[in-house]
Protein backbone atom coordinates (compact mmCIF):
# COMPACT_ATOMS: atom_id res chain seq x y z
CA UNK A 1 0.00 0.00 0.00
CA UNK A 2 1.06 3.33 -0.55
CA UNK A 3 2.26 5.84 1.12
CA UNK A 4 2.99 8.66 -0.76
CA UNK A 5 1.32 8.04 -3.99
CA UNK A 6 2.94 11.15 -5.49
CA UNK A 7 6.77 9.67 -4.80
CA UNK A 8 5.42 5.77 -5.57
CA UNK A 9 6.49 5.01 -1.63
CA UNK A 10 4.99 2.39 0.01
CA UNK A 11 4.39 1.93 3.82
CA UNK A 12 6.66 -0.02 4.38
CA UNK A 13 9.46 2.23 3.14
CA UNK A 14 8.74 5.32 5.20
CA UNK A 15 8.89 2.81 8.29
CA UNK A 16 12.10 1.61 6.88
CA UNK A 17 13.09 5.20 6.77
CA UNK A 18 11.91 5.78 10.33
CA UNK A 19 14.01 3.04 11.41
CA UNK A 20 16.43 4.22 9.97
CA UNK A 21 16.77 8.04 11.14
CA UNK A 22 14.03 9.92 10.04
CA UNK A 23 12.78 11.83 12.82
CA UNK A 24 10.49 14.61 11.03
CA UNK A 25 8.42 14.81 8.15
CA UNK A 26 10.60 16.94 6.09
CA UNK A 27 13.37 14.09 6.80
CA UNK A 28 11.54 11.32 5.54
CA UNK A 29 11.09 13.20 2.40
CA UNK A 30 14.74 14.12 2.03
CA UNK A 31 15.58 10.46 2.39
CA UNK A 32 13.02 8.61 0.56
CA UNK A 33 10.55 11.82 -1.43
CA UNK A 34 7.62 11.00 0.25
CA UNK A 35 5.48 14.07 1.06
CA UNK A 36 7.27 16.01 -1.04
CA UNK A 37 4.49 16.02 -3.56
CA UNK A 38 0.61 17.49 -2.97
CA UNK A 39 0.89 17.44 1.30
CA UNK A 40 -1.77 14.81 1.21
CA UNK A 41 -0.08 11.95 2.57
CA UNK A 42 1.56 14.37 5.30
CA UNK A 43 -1.05 13.55 8.15
CA UNK A 44 -0.51 9.61 7.36
CA UNK A 45 3.65 10.13 7.52
CA UNK A 46 2.66 12.03 10.84
CA UNK A 47 0.78 8.50 12.16
CA UNK A 48 3.50 6.51 11.24
CA UNK A 49 6.32 8.71 12.79
CA UNK A 50 4.01 8.42 15.86
CA UNK A 51 3.19 4.40 15.21
CA UNK A 52 7.11 3.46 14.11
CA UNK A 53 9.61 2.83 17.26
CA UNK A 54 13.12 3.42 16.31
CA UNK A 55 15.56 1.31 16.98
CA UNK A 56 16.70 1.60 20.56
CA UNK A 57 14.30 3.73 21.58
CA UNK A 58 12.00 1.52 23.39
CA UNK A 59 15.16 0.23 25.58
CA UNK A 60 16.05 4.16 25.89
CA UNK A 61 12.47 4.82 27.33
CA UNK A 62 12.48 1.70 29.21
CA UNK A 63 16.02 2.77 30.79
CA UNK A 64 14.93 5.97 31.63
CA UNK A 65 11.26 5.21 33.51
CA UNK A 66 13.39 2.14 35.33
S1 LIG B 1 0.64 11.77 -1.85
FE1 LIG B 1 2.52 12.21 -0.82
S2 LIG B 1 3.13 14.13 -1.60
FE2 LIG B 1 1.30 13.65 -2.72
Known sequence: MYACVCAAVTTSQVEATILAGARTVSEIGDKCA?????????????????????????????????
Request: charged share 25%; glycine share 16%; net charge negative.
Open 34 to 66: AGTGCGTCVDRLCELLEQTEPQGDAVGRFAKSA
